[in-house]
């Protein structure tokens, strides 16, 4: 059995909700810092990140990884796999959905085991795992 990884982050946070802002940072990697802030969590920025868009990221990259592994196993590698994440965030309520669309290229594959490969990817990545208790939606598209 491998070693477990433990992957960390923090945030440092001035201030109140409301008004406050804080940075989220990449600590196992340092490969980034982040502005944090509640008017973009609630309001939507081009600048200032989200727990939620970082949820995205995690979500994109760990559905891709899954769904790689997936088509190799299948004996048909993909070229590429493209996915992006969208997690819907509703003050006051919270996390309301996440929308996956893929759009993969590979050879050797019907459409139906290609949905197939997708549907087993989107079920068992370890963050779809994780996140269970909200509504993930898969688009799965073969180019």
Do not use: Y
Not at 4 to 22: I, R, Y
Not at 29 to 56: I, Q, Y
Request: hydrophobic share 35%; proline share 5%; charged share 20%.
């Amino acid at each position: 059995m491998p070693n477990p990884v433990v992957s960390k982050a923090s945030t440092v946070w001035n201030g109140e909700l409301f008004t406050g802002s804080g940075t989220t940072t990449l600590d196992s990697s340092g490969a980034a810092s982040f502005p944090v802030e509640w008017n973009a969590r609630a309001e939507g920025s081009d600048t200032t990140t989200t727990p939620e868009e970082l949820l995205a990221a995690a979500h994109a990259t760990c559905f891709s990884m899954a769904f790689s592994n997936e088509m190799k196993k299948n004996d048909t590698p993909p070229t590429e796999v493209r996915t992006s994440a969208e997690v819907t965030f509703v003050a006051g309520t919270g996390i309301t959905g996440i929308h996956l669309t893929t759009q993969v290229t590979a050879e050797g594959l019907d459409e139906e085991t290609f949905q197939k490969l997708a549907q087993g990817a989107k079920e068992n990545c370890p963050v779809s795992q994780a996140l269970k208790s909200v509504e993930i939606t898969l688009d799965a598209s073969l180019g």
